[in-house]
């Protein structure tokens, strides 16, 4: 028995061009991995059947988890005869933004490949993981950072001359935002979708290589958070309250609601916690870095 850590991420720029026939939207993002992470456990089975339990009672323990989608993926896909026991602690929140249930399936594909000994290459576990989710491939590369093109699929990890660690405020609303629906949102209102942003992800990349704050400020860009702070005001009220406690690097993650705030230190993140986990008892509250 082994068991693998699912990080999640959050998207420090996400550019949405625009929507391609196949019914994804073509984005330009940059990805960073961070500490707050799931658990997935291995073990195996002789009678060849998938067994997943997971802590948090309101996933589905069938086809409906990622998790269990995988493994039934990979193992119809190679012919494999063996079983695994998967257990999944959860700890990143459901539906956050934050790739969650991308990251679990993830390190479902590479725990299987070593528990079953298919010796599986990256790109292979890639073409499978895109099939899953769009973010699946970002978890499959051990990186920090990368840019992702395409529908998010297609992965270019930042190549870095030294270790970047950025610390992060993370807040969590106990609310249940609709991807499908922001997307949906996006594409009506033609308004946003001209909107573009100041400096692109090919200087946001420039910006975390040189552990610039000041070039990382003006680069954070999320094209979905008008929509989703016009459908869900609760995100704007989180990013006014980061702003009063005087952070200036704020920025919602994927569709949301996850917002972030960049701070200079891991003591003035634990800080600003402190405060509002005392103020705001509805949110979830975390503190997290690079990984």
Request: glycine share 8%; net charge positive; proline share 3%.
């Amino acid at each position: 028995m082994f068991s693998l850590k699912a990080y999640a991420k959050v998207n420090l720029h996400l550019f949405v061009r625009s929507k391609r026939k196949d019914g994804f939207h073509s984005l330009d993002t940059l990805f960073e991995r961070i500490s707050l992470a799931d658990t997935v456990s291995f073990s195996s089975r002789k009678d060849g059947r998938i067994v997943f339990t997971c802590t948090d009672s309101r996933l589905p323990v069938d086809q409906g988890n990622l998790v269990v989608r995988s493994a039934t993926l990979l193992k119809e896909r190679f012919k494999v005869k063996q079983g695994a026991t998967l257990r999944l602690s959860k700890r990143v929140p459901l539906g956050s933004g934050m790739g969650g249930g991308s990251s679990d399936a993830a390190a479902t594909l590479m725990g299987l490949n070593r528990l079953w000994k298919l010796g599986l290459s990256r790109h292979q576990l890639c073409l499978l993981g895109a099939r899953i989710g769009s973010d699946v491939p970002f978890f499959l590369y051990n990186c920090s950072f990368a840019r992702g093109t395409g529908r998010g699929e297609r992965i270019a990890p930042l190549a870095l001359k030294r270790r970047i660690c950025l610390w992060h405020i993370i807040i969590v609303p106990r609310i249940n935002v609709s991807t499908p629906l922001i997307y949906r949102e996006w594409d009506k209102q033609g308004a946003f979708r001209l909107t573009k942003p100041g400096f692109d992800a090919t200087i946001m990349c420039l910006a975390v290589k040189k552990n610039d704050l000041a070039g990382i400020e003006q680069c954070l860009f999320n094209s979905l958070e008008p929509v989703t702070r016009n459908l869900y005001p609760e995100v704007g009220r989180i990013r006014e309250k980061l702003c009063g406690l005087g952070l200036k690097l704020i920025l919602m993650s994927g569709s949301g609601p996850a917002v972030f705030g960049l701070t200079r230190s891991k003591k003035e993140a634990v800080a600003v916690r402190k405060q509002l986990m005392l103020e705001e008892k509805a949110w979830c509250v975390f503190v997290a870095r690079t990984v």
